[in-house]
């Protein structure tokens, strides 16, 4: 797929409106909820409907990126929603299970974030929503898609760009997988990282000594974070969620679902997403050459996302839906 240039846009970075607001939805954990406005929405040139929002949905420990990729996709003319979750949350239903009537099982912790997801939408207002999660954020994703399939039927298309849990690993080659990954990501910078962790170790002695007990306390939240990463990823690695689409759409059958994997990505390598999700595809799998795992703040990679979602409206326009 090429890209094209953006339909109806006229506004810069700069006058794009930015919102942001804490909520804390049945008392789960407080998420951010931040909403980038373009200057002007832009329109899809195949059907001339308005673009819908795209709801943003993070990989794992990129929610300090979250707010550059919304303006990013804001630049694309479309309304763009990202939620993240700043505090500590308690890590219920690591292990998957079956939930609310699907057969597909789901960790509850992935669930309630899920279901986060699903309130910022409520509270917003929104009728139709596009969703972009990527890596450890289509667990959510696709089990908040599934929830609202069931209920308000918002969600119309579904990006999943190189999407977790998806390729049917069973938790040890998922884990070793994703260990794998982070393992080379330190050895590509292991004297930064040593010595990140050795100023920090000092600096807190310095504090304790002097009786300043801030720092302490934040290196007890950097700890619980350590433990909750912990949890994410063993729900990385527990769960299958390969079938949850089709469960999704049995129950809606306006969504729409596309994917994008990266020829270079070993954690979840595009053979087997292909294999695994090729059955409900609305579109070919889209191969990048993005040079592994994840995006990247990289204005194209989202003007193909972008593309794609429209290929996909344009799919359901042809099929009458």
Do not use: C
């Amino acid at each position: 797929m090429t890209e094209q240039p953006n339909a109806g846009i006229e506004g810069s970075p700069q006058d794009a409106q930015i919102e942001k607001r804490r909520r804390n939805f049945s008392g789960r954990g407080e998420v951010e909820i931040t909403r980038v406005i373009p200057f002007e929405v832009g329109k899809n040139p195949e059907t001339q409907e308005p673009l819908r929002p795209f709801v943003f949905l993070h990989g794992f420990r990129q929610d300090k990126t979250v707010e550059a990729y919304l303006q990013l996709i804001a630049n694309t003319g479309r309304v763009a929603i990202g939620v993240t979750y700043p505090g500590s949350r308690r890590s219920r239903g690591t292990y998957p299970k079956k939930i609310d009537g699907f057969e597909t099982k789901m960790p509850g912790y992935q669930f309630e974030k899920a279901e986060d997801v699903l309130d910022a939408l409520d509270e917003s207002g929104i009728e139709e929503v596009d969703i972009v999660d990527t890596s450890e954020g289509d667990l959510r994703g696709t089990i908040a898609t599934a929830l609202d399939a069931k209920r308000d039927k918002r969600i119309r298309n579904v990006i999943s760009v190189h999407p977790a849990a998806k390729d049917n690993k069973g938790y040890w080659r998922t884990a070793a997988n994703v260990a794998k990954y982070y393992g080379r990501q330190f050895l590509a910078q292991p004297g930064r990282s040593l010595r990140h962790l050795s100023d920090h170790v000092s600096h807190v002695r310095e504090k304790e000594k002097s009786g300043d007990t801030q720092l302490l306390k934040r290196t007890g939240r950097i700890l619980m974070k350590a433990r909750e990463n912990r949890v994410e990823q063993v729900t990385i690695a527990h769960s299958k969620l390969h079938s949850l689409p089709n469960e999704a759409r049995r129950e809606n059958p306006n969504l729409r679902f596309g994917m994008i994997a990266d020829r270079a990505d070993t954690m979840f390598p595009p053979e087997r997403l292909q294999k695994f999700n090729g059955d409900y595809l609305d579109a070919p799998l889209l191969v990048s050459e993005w040079g592994g795992h994840g995006i990247g703040l990289v204005q194209g990679r989202i003007n193909q996302i972008n593309q794609l979602a429209m290929q996909l409206d344009k799919t359901r326009a042809r099929e009458g839906q």
